[in-house]
């Protein structure tokens, strides 16, 4: 699935976004919903536009009632609905947090990504709308416990410091070290204020997700491939490889 880019994600109170229900990237209108004072049924929707950025909290509103006479807007539910202008359908928003449809635009977890890896990789997804910095942990956690679990390397469970340091050890791609100090680094200094804040830059974990399919990809993925390839070799050509391999250890 192709990732969206940052700047079109879906965002409260953002001008423009990737339409969840339409796909397609076009200006937003937003409207507040909640109750009419004295009115115990009818639910009323504020038709004018709310600007950006701009914050209204709990506060009574005042208001018209559908039938025109004076009332008073109760903002209890922190509801809004956004408005598509391209389809016309709309999104419901609750304590600034899209909660209808609910969709992501985060890449799917790589498909040789190790069962466990992939469980706490969508758990990550689930959680990263309502907050990036927890998302960001759980990527953390994954990465954590793949590392041990890359049999080509045997790597023991340690301080991902510790382990990032043995896998630069056994010749791991430069980008593929970079990344992984990349997550120790966004993972861990992240919970510190005034060094990272995860919540103030989105596109930081967005990488994160990406960082861990590449690493999927490098030191999993393509090494199965080629050694799937290697299998299918005549007998007789990989003994000649092996006694030629086992003469360069002799030496």
């Not at 510790?162 to 120790?184: S, T, W």
């Not at 999993?220 to 003469?247: C, H, M, V, W």
Request: aromatic share 8%; proline share 6%.
């Amino acid at each position: 699935m192709q990732q969206i880019p940052t700047e079109h994600l879906p965002k409260f109170h953002r001008d423009a976004f990737h339409c969840p229900r339409c796909k397609v990237v076009a200006p937003q209108t937003w409207h507040r919903v909640g109750k009419l004072q004295n009115r115990t049924t009818e639910i009323f929707v504020d038709e004018s536009n709310i600007p950006q950025g701009k914050s209204i909290g709990s506060r009574a509103i005042r208001t018209e009632e559908p039938s025109g006479e004076p009332g008073v807007f109760i903002k209890e539910w922190h509801l809004e609905i956004s408005v598509c202008s391209h389809c016309y359908n709309y999104s419901v928003w609750e304590n600034h947090n899209i909660i209808f449809p609910f969709t992501t635009d985060l890449p799917e977890p790589n498909e040789d990504m190790p069962k466990n890896i992939k469980g706490i990789y969508r758990e990550a997804m689930g959680v990263y709308k309502h907050s990036p910095r927890a998302s960001a942990a759980l990527l953390r956690l994954a990465i954590e416990i793949m590392i041990p679990q890359l049999e080509e390397y045997q790597i023991k469970k340690s301080s991902i410091n510790n382990m990032i340091g043995e896998l630069v050890q056994k010749d791991i791609p430069e980008h593929i070290q970079q990344g992984l100090d990349a997550i120790r680094v966004y993972g861990n200094e992240g919970i510190h204020p005034g060094e990272i804040d995860l919540t103030d830059d989105e596109s930081i974990v967005l990488f994160l997700f990406d960082l861990i399919n590449i690493m999927v990809e490098e030191l999993i993925t393509k090494k199965k491939k080629i050694k799937s390839f290697y299998e299918t070799l005549p007998a007789g050509k990989l003994q000649g490889i092996f006694n030629r391999d086992k003469k360069k250890q002799e030496k």
